[in-house]
């Protein structure tokens, strides 16, 4: 299939001020040539629309929709031991779940995704079903030192088996990484295990990491130490690991995590939400950790929207380092692009260049997010403006999947009345209300 993106609009090279008039031409799922030349902005009017790459969401939950509003003004103990509770959902209920959370991700530009799961094959169907890429991590258990309910646990003997089923899904628009859901729920013995196996498999290591106090306090009870001091200790740190959240750590610990070369992955409305702290992304950052954003859950977010994430990001670290510029906008673009492609473990650069795969987003220079029109500066509505900011289209492999604001096809319809069907069964189990 091929076709041409006709007179659209193209950030320039020179600056947020700087953009060129594009036609954009398209053939077997990849970007074959750009014609281009500078426009002045007093030339662009409403009636254009203006192009840019795709987003990266680096942590998302697929299958925690049906927690959404269930758990609201929990601690995160609570809200864990909450999620632990085995719901009575079918494969094709968790597929379902999935279909509505990467095409709710997909509508605020989030063209590659970073999932994790449990129970991963109807996540990787819906990945494949929709068209979209990233990775997919999967979640193994095999303790649990936390309070409250159990989560599902696996021997040591049966987590490789298992993983090399899932990794069979493993091709380069969607990665098949390893991963638990924290320290608390992965024994030395499985810490040690994952790293292994990422090295043999040539793939990433995927954690929630640190995660409030609590979380480091029981760490420190159960393994004499805490998370980050762990992880060094055993001597698995490395650059195929991928920490989530990160809050609570120490300044020794974001040494050993610049050190090592692993990745942080910041999820601020999350964090902020369940009380778990502000992450010491700057920090991080002047230390030269890479950095991505993700929305983390339904349960706990409550929305799938990375440029809400991002807007979130830029007001929180603003307002507590007293620092309007503390992360201007080209970070958080490098942390919602190239940053997240390389935790996805992506070879792309997230540019719009001949040769580069196809994933677009389109935006009407029409919507309110971009008046006054003739200030320029539309990057800036992306963050600014996050809540308003919606692509017209969204191209997926040179496939449009979003046209006019609406996902094309009947696979939106099809999970939202799936879903619809299952809570009126009263199916959906309450946790009490403290632990």
Request: hydrophobic share 40%; charged share 20%.
């Amino acid at each position: 299939m091929s076709y041409v993106l006709k007179s659209v609009i193209l950030q320039g090279s020179c600056g947020n001020l700087s953009y060129e008039l594009a036609d954009i031409f398209i053939k077997n799922g990849v970007v074959e040539n750009i014609d281009s030349s500078k426009i002045e902005l007093s030339d662009i009017s409403s009636d254009h629309f203006f192009v840019t790459p795709g987003f990266v969401n680096s942590h998302l939950h697929p299958n925690q929709l049906l927690d959404r509003r269930m758990l609201d003004e929990k601690s995160i103990t609570d809200l864990l031991s909450a999620m632990h509770i085995v719901q009575q959902k079918t494969d094709e209920d968790r597929y379902h779940q999935a279909i509505f959370v990467l095409i709710d991700a997909l509508k605020s530009g989030a063209t590659s995704i970073y999932a994790i799961a449990s129970k991963p094959e109807p996540v990787i169907r819906a990945f494949n079903d929709i068209g979209i890429t990233g990775a997919i991590s999967c979640f193994f258990n095999d303790v649990w030192e936390g309070e409250g309910n159990t989560p599902a646990q696996i021997s040591l003997q049966e987590v490789e088996r298992n993983f090399a089923e899932f990794f069979k899904a493993n091709n380069k628009d969607v990665k098949i990484h390893i991963g638990s859901a924290s320290i608390l729920t992965a024994s030395n013995e499985l810490l040690k295990l994952f790293n292994d196996i990422a090295v043999r498999y040539n793939t990433k290591v995927n954690i929630h990491m640190s995660e409030g106090i609590d979380s480091v306090e029981r760490c420190r009870q159960h393994r004499g130490t805490t998370p980050i001091r762990l992880l060094d200790q055993l001597g698995i740190l490395n650059e195929r690991w991928n920490l989530i959240h990160a809050t609570t750590v120490d300044a020794e610990e974001i040494k050993i995590i610049a050190r090592s070369g692993a990745s942080v992955i910041h999820c601020p409305v999350s964090n902020a939400k369940t009380g778990v702290g502000i992450a010491p992304m700057l920090d991080f950052y002047k230390k030269g950790v890479n950095i991505a954003i993700g929305t983390d859950a339904c349960s706990n977010n409550n929305t799938n929207n990375i440029l809400n994430e991002a807007y979130f990001a830029t007001l929180l670290h603003s307002a507590i380092h007293r620092d309007a510029l503390v992360f201007n906008e080209e970070i958080i673009f490098e942390w919602l692009i190239p940053n997240g492609l390389k935790i996805i473990d992506s070879n792309r650069n997230g540019k719009i260049e001949v040769g580069e795969r196809a994933d677009l987003l389109i935006w009407s220079l029409k919507d309110p997010c971009f008046v006054p029109l003739h200030y320029g500066k539309f990057r800036s509505a992306f963050i600014n403006n996050a809540p308003d900011a919606k692509p017209h289209t969204v191209i997926l492999g040179g496939r449009k999947v979003i046209e006019n604001y609406t996902f094309t096809g009947d696979l939106e319809k099809r999970a939202t009345d799936a879903i619809d069907r299952w809570t009126k069964k009263g199916l959906y189990q309450e946790a009490p209300v403290s632990y």
